[in-house]
């Protein structure tokens, strides 16, 4: 973490450290997030010191130092310049609307923080600055009868262990980053503890099926050779699961299932469990929450709702009755 941090401090002004700061420690958001946070506006940074003449044109892109950037430079910015560099990244860098989307969150939440946080300028000039559009795109999900037939091919070795992740993608929707990070303390009777994004933690209440499944891999996970006694899941050599490791499990389960590996992934599971709950009554607010949202959409506001709901909603699954096949 400190190798990480000083590699962006080192290269940003005070002004810009503070933001990264505050997102890190006060917004609770991922190493990775406030990386991209620095590198974004790195870019912008360094392509208006070009624009306002502040390095020679000919200088090279990548060794252009921000150090010296400031408030003035700063709240010297308009819109025009906002979409001269929106223009720049498509033109000259070949960057897609979504890539360009990034850069313009980058630079809101940038102008938001110094606005109303930071309290350096006084108005926020980028108040009314629009994204590119991003067009919208159906996610892709396994229907009933693929997921079942997904389940009932799980056979072999790690059988227990691979049909409970999976099980939990269908089921709870978790996302793959909070499946690797649960420990066995995690399981609570019916309940799951799950660690989301920006360290938020929810509650999931555990169907029939996923509690089975849990019981069934607890019986033969490994304990006494365990390198990581804590983690839920592990793999053969006993150590936690990884990112990768699960999404190259889920890619092989679904190649031996007889579907097509290459459209669907661990996070077209999640978009899975979320389909088939939508399908059977869960309405929108309590899957929000079962999926960790934190809004309905970019204009709403979260919303909870309460356990009994939660609890509904993890026995609303049609999958929720799904037993693993005997060996």
């Known amino acids: 973490m400190n190798e990480r ?68 430079l700063v709240g010297s910015v308009t819109l025009t310049d906002v979409y001269s560099f929106m223009n720049y990244l498509s033109r000259d860098r070949g960057l897609g609307p979504a890539a360009r989307a990034r850069k313009i969150a980058a630079i809101r939440s940038f102008y ?29 999900y396994l229907d009933l009868d693929q997921s079942i037939h997904l389940l009932e091919s799980i056979d072999g070795r790690n059988r227990e262990r691979d049909y409970c992740i999976l099980t939990l993608f269908l089921n709870c929707g978790v996302r793959i980053s909070e499946l690797v990070g649960l420990n066995l303390t995690d399981v609570r009777g019916d309940q799951l ?21 849990l019981d069934d891999w607890l019986a033969v996970r490994p304990s006494t050779a365990a390198a990581d006694k804590n983690a839920l899941f592990l793999t053969r050599r006993h150590t936690r699961m990884t990112t990768d490791a699960v999404h190259y499990m889920v890619k092989q389960r679904l190649k031996r299932a007889g579907l097509d590996a290459s459209q669907y992934s661990s996070h077209k599971l999640r978009h899975t469990a979320a389909t088939l709950m939508l399908q059977n009554g869960v309405d929108v607010r309590t ?11 970019t204009t709403q506001i979260y919303t909870h709702v309460d356990n009994e709901n939660l609890r509904s909603a993890a026995k609303a699954n049609p999958l929720s009755k799904m037993k693993a096949p005997k060996k």
């Open 5 to 72: 941090k000083s590699n962006y401090y080192g290269e940003s002004p005070q002004i810009l450290r503070d933001f990264l700061s505050y997102h890190e420690t006060i917004q609770a958001h991922s190493p990775k997030t406030v990386d991209e946070y620095f590198l974004d506006l790195r870019t912008f940074f360094r392509f208006l010191k070009l624009e306002k003449g502040l390095v020679p044109r000919t200088a090279e892109f990548s060794e252009i130092s921000i150090l010296d950037v400031d408030i003035a």
């Open 112 to 140: 938001k923080y110094l606005t109303h946080k930071a309290k350096l300028l006084a108005e926020n000039p980028m108040q009314d600055l629009d994204a590119p559009h991003l067009k919208k795109t159906l996610p892709r």
């Open 193 to 213: 503890r799950v660690l989301g994004k920006g360290n938020k933690e929810r509650i999931l209440f555990l169907n029939d099926a996923c509690r089975q499944a």
């Open 287 to 297: 899957l929000q929450e079962v999926l960790g949202h934190e809004h309905l959409n």
